[in-house]
Structures are given as structure tokens and as C-alpha cells.
């Protein structure tokens, strides 16, 4: 059988490959209006990073990261020997990590310096078991920005992320903003344990997944999706009860400025994000109408300790991630067709074999004026030129026939007004041009 794309895997096949560029234009259109710039980051990066960054107990770097390994240190690791911490390279499995690593890296905020804002968007790997709307390689856009706690750095980005979706069709009716706060290095441990002796005593109605969470990472069982773990955290200490002084105000003040430009948004104390790396302020868009279980569409929060923790120096970060395919599938199933990409400007067309190389001269001429060009490469027949040509949706036939050629002459047919004319080969470009203009 013929070989297939991976498992988990789509092919963006070119009409779609044409959205998902506008997609990321408009991004970087409404992005750039609070000074977001691009960069882009190894789609490789050290395991170590995503361990340190992401956390050892979340989900994503347990279980959901894929390994990139060399031949050479494959044939080592088979034959039991050790590999360097260096070549231990895994897949991205989200973006934050690496543009804070590369932040870091490069000293892109130095003391004192005015916080840094940027936006990337590529595709992102995880491991996971693949279903409707789940991936195994999916395509994110995301921003992060490096060295402001304040809270109008997490309004302005979350108000920026619900006008992206607005341009892009997804109308605030259709979607459900929840917010949450996580604390601090100062509130959060004590909230953890509380939540920690509130599952021991709970134990017994714990999924086995729990009751390893449970030891390890308690805030996780939140996410949990059993019923009787889902029961058991639905009574469990809210961690916006037990918020120290600064956070509280800190969740106060972005909930203020999102109600100050009409944001809507539900508070969800029990929302607490896949990553462990989220401090204060944690965010998740659904969607409303329905697309199944895997109804988040972005996300993103606080992490003003990741800096430290992946060996930079303290700097406070906020940062959302939005997730193309999802998006996509939404807007399909509310209907949205792909517009096809408009292609072509001319088609040359070549009554015989004869003429060909003159029809390549002049496709070439025609791409040199930045026009888009195209030519029969089958050598078919004059009318299957012209279906091809409608296919292409061509504005312009240019029709090369000996006879006309050896006059130094070439026809040029206007396909909307039908309307055809003889121009000199030397005047055909600008003739062309004429037609379009
Ligand atoms: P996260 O990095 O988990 O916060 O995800 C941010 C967004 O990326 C989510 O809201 C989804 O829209 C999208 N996303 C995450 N994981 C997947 C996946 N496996 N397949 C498709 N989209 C995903």
C-alpha cells in the first residue's frame, strides 16, 4: 500500500495551506497593533528545556513528548550506551519554552529594559492519542511577553487574543472566555497542600491516575476527567479563596480592565491548565457551539518564575497560545468554505509543439513583470490548454500559433470580455498588462 501520512498527522493540502497563511497574516496584523514581532525558534529543542519548563509530572512532558534522536545516538541508546544531555532533543510540544529559552539566550530584555513582545506560529508535536480536534502535530500561534508582572500586559494580550478571533469569524457568541488566577510562589504551596489533604481524604473515590497526581502534582487532578474525580473537585478548596494580598489584587485589576473594554469571561476556580509552569493569571477560550470534548481553542496565562526556572534570571512573562485546527474545525462545521487561492494571471497557450520554446520565453517574460504565469507542460492539445486555463482561473490566453509567430505576432485573449487581439510578441507583456489593469 501506498505510503500515508502519519498517524495524528494532516496534510494542509494548497487551499487550505493559502488560509492558513491568511491566518497567520491577520494574526500578525492584529498582533503588530500592540507591538508584537515575530521570531521563530528551533521546532528541536534539549529535552531538558521542556522537563525544567514544562514540568516532569504535567501530562505533555510524561507522556506526550516525542523524542528527536540522531541515527547515530539511536544505534548508541539500542546498544544500552549513555547519550549526552546535550543530544537528548525532543519535539516541541508547545512554543513558550523555547521563545523564553531563546530570550534568555540572547539577553533580549536586559535589566531595566522595557518588556520584550513577540508572536510565533508553526506547528507543535505531542504524542497523544489522536481524536477530533486532538493532533499529534498541530499548528499553534502564540505570543509571549518577557518582563512586566503588570496586569495590563495580561488584559491587553487576552483582549488582543478575542479580537483575532472576532477578525478571523468567530464571533464572541460563540465562544466562552474563563479566567482564573493560580497564586504565587508565596500563596500557591499552601494552597497545594490544602488541595493535597483534600484528596487523601478523598482517596478512595480517585481515578488511579489521581491518586498518583495526588502525590506529585495535586493541582492536576482538576483536569481530571472521571466522574468521581470530577465529583470529588467540584467541593475542593478554591484556590481564589486562598490567593495572598498581591495576587488577589493583581486577578482583581486584569478582571477590571477586560470588564472596562466589554470583555466577557467566567470565573473558573477550577481551572488550572495542562502546564505547571502558570503563576496569577490563567486563561482558556472555548468554543460554545460544539465541536466535541476538544473544545479549547487558545489559551494561555501568567509564568513569572519560568525565566529562573529554565536557569535565565527572574523575569515576569504572560503568553497565549491558539490552536489553528481547531479554529478551523469550528469555522467548517459553522460553514465556512476555503476560498480557493486565486492563481493565475496568464496562461501561454502553444497551437503545436513548434512554438513551445517560444511559449517558454514568454511565460518567463510575463513572471519577470511579476506576473503570474503559467504554460502547458504535456504538450495537450489547444482546447485542453484552455480548460487548464480556466482552471487556473487565468485572466489573460496568449495564444502562440506558428503562423502568427513568423509574422512576430501573438493573439491575446481576454477571458472575462471574450474579446481577443493580434500585438506584436515584443508588445505582448505590456499588452497583457493592459488587459489586467
Ligand atoms: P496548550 O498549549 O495545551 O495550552 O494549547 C493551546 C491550544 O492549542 C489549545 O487551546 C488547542 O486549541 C490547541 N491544541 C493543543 N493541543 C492540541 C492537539 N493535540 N491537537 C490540536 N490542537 C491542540
Redesign the pocket.
Given at each position: 500500500m501506498a505510503i500515508r501520512c502519519p498517524e495524528g498527522c494532516r496534510d494542509l493540502l494548497p487551499d487550505e495551506a493559502a488560509y492558513w497563511e491568511r491566518f497567520a497574516s491577520i494574526a500578525r496584523d492584529v498582533f503588530s497593533k500592540y507591538e508584537y514581532v515575530s521570531i521563530y525558534t528551533p521546532m528541536i529543542e534539549q529535552t531538558e528545556l521542556f522537563v525544567r519548563g514544562i514540568g516532569e509530572a504535567t501530562d505533555?512532558v510524561s507522556k506526550e513528548m516525542f523524542a528527536a534522536i540522531s541515527g547515530k545516538n539511536m544505534e548508541k541508546l539500542l546498544e544500552g550506551e549513555k547519550i549526552r544531555s546535550k543530544s537528548r532533543l525532543s519535539l516541541r510540544p508547545?512554543g513558550t519554552a523555547g521563545v523564553v529559552r531563546a530570550i534568555v539566550q540572547h539577553d533580549l530584555v536586559p535589566d531595566g529594559a522595557p518588556p520584550v513582545k513577540l508572536m510565533y506560529a508553526g506547528p507543535?508535536f505531542?504524542a497523544?492519542r489522536p481524536q477530533h480536534?486532538?493532533?499529534?502535530q498541530?499548528n499553534?500561534i502564540g505570543v509571549e511577553c518577557l518582563g512586566s508582572a503588570d496586569p495590563t500586559v495580561d488584559a491587553e494580550a487576552i483582549i488582543m487574543l478575542m479580537a483575532f478571533y472576532e477578525r478571523i469569524g468567530i464571533e464572541s457568541s460563540m465562544m466562552r472566555l474563563l479566567i482564573n488566577s493560580m497564586g504565587c510562589g508565596k500563596c500557591r504551596p499552601a494552597y497545594r497542600e490544602l488541595v493535597h489533604d483534600y484528596l487523601s481524604q478523598n482517596v478512595d473515590s480517585l481515578c488511579d491516575a489521581c491518586k498518583v497526581r495526588m502525590e506529585a502534582n495535586p493541582l492536576r487532578a482538576f483536569d481530571c476527567k472521571e466522574d468521581g474525580c470530577k465529583q470529588v473537585m467540584s467541593d475542593a478548596p478554591k484556590i481564589t479563596d486562598h490567593l495572598c494580598e498581591e495576587c488577589s489584587q493583581h486577578y482583581a485589576k486584569v478582571k477590571g480592565l477586560l470588564s472596562s473594554q466589554g470583555i466577557e469571561f467566567v470565573e473558573d476556580p477550577a481551572l488550572v491548565?495542562?502546564?505547571d509552569y502558570y503563576t496569577r493569571t490563567v486563561f482558556?477560550?472555548q468554543a460554545t457551539q460544539g465541536i466535541g470534548a476538544?473544545d479549547?481553542?487558545?489559551?494561555?496565562g501568567r509564568y513569572d518564575d519560568l525565566s529562573k526556572e529554565i536557569g535565565g534570571r527572574s523575569m515576569p512573562g504572560f503568553g497565549f497560545?491558539?490552536?489553528y485546527?481547531?479554529?478551523m474545525l469550528y469555522l467548517r462545521e459553522k460553514g465556512m468554505e476555503f476560498e480557493p487561492a486565486k492563481r493565475c494571471d496568464v496562461f501561454v497557450a502553444s497551437v503545436n509543439d513548434e512554438v513551445r520554446d517560444s511559449a517558454f520565453e514568454l511565460v518567463q517574460m510575463c513572471r519577470y513583470s511579476d506576473l503570474r504565469a503559467e504554460m502547458d507542460h504535456q504538450s495537450r492539445s489547444l482546447k485542453s490548454q484552455f480548460k487548464l486555463a480556466d482552471k487556473l482561473d487565468a485572466r489573460v490566453v496568449v495564444i502562440l500559433g506558428p503562423d502568427e509567430l513568423a509574422r512576430g505576432e501573438v493573439k491575446v485573449r481576454d477571458m472575462e470580455s471574450h474579446e481577443e487581439s493580434l500585438v506584436d510578441k515584443n508588445e505582448a507583456v505590456a499588452a497583457i498588462l493592459d488587459v489586467l489593469r
Open positions: 505533555v508547545e507543535m505531542r497523544e480536534g486532538r493532533q499529534r498541530f499553534q491548565r495542562g502546564l482558556e477560550v476538544q479549547a481553542i487558545g489559551g494561555g497560545a491558539l490552536g485546527d481547531r479554529c
